[in-house]
């Protein structure tokens, strides 16, 4: 069974960090362009951040950039978000998500597997 499970959210005061982490296990997703998708209380998901295959093109979203920090090590089958200088805007929950292709763009429809989120609370 494939899954992709995230870990690495809590509660943190405004400025402080987090680093995210999604590990894939049941397959391999080193061919896979991935994501990272937030939904904030009472909204829609949005898109946070993303990666192609091998690491080596990243997009954000206007909010975050040069605050977070996507990463994917195909080593580990695993993705990565470190967030610095967090915002109570940022709260929500985080889910990572795998492309169908190389690169996944911003899109959540370009994304067919999802893990379940991690909770992520910024209080000021």
């Known amino acids: 069974q494939t899954q992709l499970v995230e870990s690495g959210g809590g509660l943190v005061q405004a400025g402080g960090s987090l680093r995210l982490s999604c590990k894939a296990s049941?397959?391999?997703?080193?061919?896979?362009?991935m994501a990272w998708f937030r939904q904030p209380p009472g909204k829609e998901r949005e898109f946070v951040a993303s990666?192609?295959?091998?690491?080596?093109?990243?997009s954000y979203a206007d909010s975050v950039k040069g605050r977070f920090t996507v990463s994917k090590r195909n080593s580990e089958n695993s993705l990565y978000l470190q967030m610095n200088d967090l915002k109570p805007e940022d709260t929500g929950v985080y889910y990572c998500a795998a492309a169908r292709g190389a690169i996944g763009g911003r899109s959540t429809s370009n994304y067919p597997n999802w893990g379940q989120g991690t909770q992520v609370t910024v209080s000021s």
């Open positions: 990666t192609s295959w091998n690491g080596g093109s990243s």
């Open positions: 049941g397959r391999t997703y080193w061919n896979n362009g």
